[in-house]
C-alpha cells in the first residue's frame, strides 16, 4: 500500500474509533434531550465524578476491577436520582431555560468539588486491555479505542431499541413533547424524569471509565462534554443515528487535521475544526442531520 494512502487511511481509521467514542459521551446529551427536550451541560462533569468514583475505589481500597465498576454504577445511579429529585424535579413544567441554566450551574459546581473532595491528582483506571497497538494489515489499532468502539455500538443500539420499542422510550418521548400533556394523559413525569437522568449516570459511567482509562482521570475529564457537543449538534439532539454519524464525522475530522495541519501550523488546528464544522452545519441545517426538524405555527 502507498505510503500516504496509509498515512491517510490510518488517520481515518483511528478518527471512526475515536469519534464512536465520543458518541458514547455524547449519547447522554441525547437521552435527557428526548426525556426533558433540555440540555444538559453537566455531562462531562458526570463522566468527571463516575470515573473519579472507580479509579478512587481501586486505588484506594484495592478493589477488583467489577466490584469498583459495580460500586461506581450504584453510586451513580443514587446520585442522579437524588440529583434529579432534590433540584431537577421542581422545575418540572417550567420553561425549558431555567433546566440549561441549573444543569449549567450544577456543572460548574461540581468541576469545583470534584477536586476538593476527591483531590486533584490524575489517577488512572487500569482496563484488563493490552497497551500496545494492534497491527493488522494497514490497520495501526489503539485497543482501549477498538473497547471503547465496541461499547459505544453496543450500548447505542440498546438505547435505540428502548426509544423506539419499549413502552417505556416511548412514554420518554412524549414526556419531551410535553410535560403538561403527558400528566394530562396519565403518565408520571416525575418518574420518566427520573429514569433519564439515572441513565445518562449509566452512560457517564461508561464514557467515564473509557476515557479514564485512554487520558486519565482528573478534572480535565469534564471537558468531554464541551468535546463532544459538536458530535450531538451535528448528528441532531433527538437522534441516536445521529449521535453514531456526528462521532464519527467528529473522530475523523480530529485525526486529518492532527494528520496534515497540525504539522504546518504547529498544533492546535483538531481542537477547534470541529466547532468551525459545527457552525456550518447549523447555518444549513439548524437542527443537525439527522435532527427533527421543528414546525411552529403562528
Known sequence: MDGDFQFLFELVTNGILTGLMYSLVAVGFVLIYKSTDAINFAQGEFCMIAAIVVAGLLQLYDLPL???????????????WGLERVVLRPMIGRPIVAIIMATIGLALMFRGLGPLVFGAETQPINLPIPDDPVIWGPFFLI?????????????LAAFGWFFMKSR????????????QVSMAMGINVERYF?????LAGVVALLGGVVWGNAIGVDTQLAQLGLKVFPVVILGGLDSIIGVIVGGIIVGVVEALAAGYLDPIVGGG??????????????????????????????
Open 269 to 298: 488546528t483538531k481542537d477547534f475544526t470541529p466547532y468551525v464544522l459545527m457552525i456550518i452545519v447549523l447555518m444549513i441545517r439548524p437542527y443537525g442531520i439527522f435532527g427533527k426538524p421543528i414546525i411552529e405555527r403562528i
Open 194 to 198: 427520573a429514569l433519564a437522568w439515572m
Open 66 to 80: 467489577i466490584v469498583a465498576l459495580a460500586g461506581g454504577l450504584a453510586f451513580m445511579l443514587i446520585f442522579n
Open 143 to 155: 485497543p482501549i479505542d477498538m473497547l471503547g468502539a465496541g461499547i459505544s455500538l453496543a450500548f
Open 168 to 179: 417505556k422510550g416511548v412514554a420518554m418521548r412524549a414526556v419531551a413533547d410535553s410535560h
